[in-house]
């Protein structure tokens, strides 16, 4: 993604590597890579488009670097100088204030100009991912894995895969906590300080802790009424922020909330909606453009809810090609598994169209207003680690271990030992934790990071009023969508009443709740369910993928050397139609990820 790039210990480099991995990660023609500090060893750099979110403030003996947005700030630079006082005062507990309260999303670095030290500050949510690791006598801290892989390459220290990690992707779809896929190369927490002398040190300044519910005292309609006045406020902040606002517009409840949050703040928008096409669908789209391809179900209710709110709306037929799949593989480095190259497309054309764009996505809703306690009983850490491999595993964890080369006790344990470092007691708390924490930030967000190739892209879900009100609402109220249905019927009655497409009925409609009762139900027999929803999926989204090919990975593993198990992926290829199109799309990624070869 663009953003941000530093190095400390840059004389080992020289400077002529730092530009060559700096140019490497100029993924599209209307990038450029920005020099704004070469001092004392260190270089603050960036990579991005025009409008990417940098800002730059110097102080006496100081310069500060700003990735993203303080959105309800009046005077940002003021802000900015503020909140370095404190840092370089060590004052944790004004950094953790000024953390805890206000709409922000932001990576902050601050640089020292006498010693070349820096310090790193994450927002609480880590809207923006980076990733941090010391190679010898370097230390890098980058939003763009693929930056510190160049640079580890230059210093010749070639980045290993973490076998750990790997298994959790392919368990999950993500790996846990600050693991990457790279050995030595971390994440920076949210909500964390990582301080660069001579390596780096982190201090988590704010954690997430999800017991207690302030708002039980208040009926669903108070609540929904509370939060879609939140909504709207966020939905205000977020408008052009870079330029005109296009809504990333789905059949789903997300994305017609951030619709009718712009409608009910009378915001200027127009809505886009992707719909994958393959073989004679996409051949007819390419020749007649998406007009020649009829609308899914998921592209004809977005295209209700543009009309019920009467917002402009445009349906893109996008299409997935080796070439998209060979650029997301370089972009996100495995962390965004390839059968979403489809979208790349998309981005292409709406910024051919638009320029560049405000993005609005309803990223996070589905989690902030969702029941996200386990729905049944748990009695000991064990039993939840099992729960949360049964209902989020993709992989079953034997294969995810066989296929990684590792014991899958080995794999398991790294799982509850990540959950084991939650600071929550309630069990049910912890299992809200994961899905936040990891589900939610681990995966969710660089899905979101992804679309930043292309154009700044928001969501007010994550506006902090709106998580910190929505997180403190009881799950009684979320369950089965309850305080959803509040929520949307105050913002828009009207989009509240049209079909939630991945249930086939309106969420006031007694077909919804029969079929929501019946889905909670399954989700007594979590292998019965996960079936079930896969079955579902595959049949809104037609066929198997047609790009994959068995053999291109074995030739792949036979000729290349991989971290990989080759008897482990043999033998999911051996039975690939037992699998699903999820845990194939995995197995493929961490392959390629792990050869440098795209396979299919």
Same mark, same amino acid.
């Given at each position: 993604m663009p953003g941000l790039s530093i190095v400390q210990g840059a004389d080992t480099v020289g400077a002529g590597g730092i530009s060559e991995s700096l140019d490497a990660v100029r993924f599209t023609d209307v990038y450029s890579a920005y020099d704004h500090l070469r001092a004392s060893g260190t270089v603050v750099a960036h990579t991005g488009y025009d %409008?990417?979110?940098?800002?730059?403030?110097? !102080? *006496?003996?100081? @310069?500060?670097?700003?990735?993203?947005?303080?959105? &309800?700030?009046?005077?940002?630079?003021?802000?900015?100088? %503020?909140?370095?006082?404190?840092?370089?005062? !060590? *004052?944790?507990? @004004?950094?953790?204030?000024?953390?805890?309260?206000? &709409?922000?999303?932001?990576l902050l670095a601050v640089v020292d100009g006498d010693t070349g030290d820096v310090t790193v500050l994450s927002d609480a949510l880590g809207r923006f991912p980076a990733y941090c690791a010391t190679v010898g006598g370097t230390t890098i801290v980058s939003r763009e894995l693929k930056f510190v892989r160049h640079l580890a390459d230059r210093l010749g220290a070639p980045l290993e895969l973490d076998r750990v990690a790997i298994g959790q992707q392919l368990l999950f779809g993500y790996s846990l906590g600050t693991r990457t896929p790279f050995e030595g190369v971390e994440q920076v927490p949210p909500g964390a300080r990582v301080d660069l002398r001579d390596g780096a040190e982190a201090t988590w300044l704010h954690r997430h802790r999800f017991e207690g519910n302030e708002?039980?005292?208040?009926?669903?309609?108070?609540?929904?009424?509370?939060?879609?006045s939140r909504f709207v406020d966020a939905c205000r902040r977020r408008s052009e922020v870079a330029g005109p606002n296009v809504i990333s517009l789905s059949g789903g409840l997300d994305s017609r909330a951030v619709a009718a949050g712009f409608a009910r703040a009378e915001l200027?928008?127009?809505?886009?909606?992707?719909?994958?096409?393959?073989?004679?669908e996409a051949t007819a789209a390419a020749d007649g453009g998406s007009a020649a391809v009829g609308l899914d179900d998921d592209a004809a209710i977005a295209a209700s809810v543009a009309r019920?709110?009467?917002?402009?709306?445009?349906?893109?037929?996008?299409?997935?090609s080796p070439e998209a799949r060979a650029l997301l593989l370089d972009m996100k480095q495995g962390t965004n598994y390839l059968e979403m190259a489809f979208i790349l497309d998309f981005f292409e054309r709406v910024r051919a169209d638009y320029g560049c764009v405000t993005y609005l996505t309803g990223d996070g809703g589905d989690k902030v207003l969702a029941d996200l306690t386990a729905g049944r009983p748990l009695s000991t850490e064990r039993t939840l680690v099992r729960h949360i491999v049964e209902t989020n595993g993709i992989f079953p964890p034997e294969d995810a271990a066989r296929v990684a080369g590792i014991d899958e006790k080995r794999l398991v344990e790294s799982v509850r030992e990540r959950i084991g470092s939650y600071p929550e007691d309630d069990l049910d708390a912890k299992h809200v934790h994961f899905l936040i924490r990891e589900r939610g930030m681990n995966w969710l967000t660089h899905g979101e990071d992804r679309n930043?190739?292309?154009?700044?892209?928001?969501?007010?879900?994550?506006a902090r009023p709106v998580f910190?009100?929505?997180?403190?609402?009881?799950?009684?109220?979320?369950?089965?969508?309850?305080?959803?249905?509040?929520?949307?019927?105050?913002?828009?009655?009207a989009v509240a009443d049209i079909e939630y497409a991945n249930f086939g009925a309106s969420l006031s409609s007694v077909e919804y709740r029969l079929k929501h009762r019946l889905y909670d139900g399954l989700s007594r027999f979590p292998s019965v369910k996960r079936t079930v929803v896969s079955q579902l999926r595959r049949r809104r989204s037609g066929r198997r993928d047609e790009l994959r090919d068995p053999e291109s990975v074995r030739s792949l593993l036979s000729a290349e050397e991989t971290s990989l198990d080759p008897d482990g992926v043999e033998a999911v290829l051996d039975s690939e139609a037992s699998y699903s199109d999820a845990e194939l799309a995995r197995l493929y990624t961490v392959v390629a990820l792990s050869t440098g070869e795209l396979v299919y």
């Open positions: %409008s990417y979110p940098i800002r730059r403030v110097d !102080g *006496d003996g100081w @310069a500060a670097f700003l990735e993203g947005y303080l959105h &309800d700030a009046a005077d940002v630079e003021g802000e900015i100088r %503020s909140v370095v006082r404190s840092l370089r005062a !060590g *004052d944790d507990a @004004a950094v953790r204030e000024w953390l805890r309260t206000g &709409d922000r999303e932001f708002h039980a005292d208040r009926t669903p309609a108070e609540n929904a009424e509370a939060l879609a200027p928008a127009v809505a886009a909606t992707f719909q994958r096409v393959t073989g004679d019920a709110l009467d917002i402009p709306w445009r349906r893109y037929a996008v299409s997935d930043r190739y292309y154009f700044p892209s928001l969501s007010p879900f994550y910190e009100y929505a997180m403190n609402c009881p799950p009684e109220q979320k369950a089965r969508r309850g305080l959803y249905r509040e929520f949307l019927g105050a913002l828009s009655p």
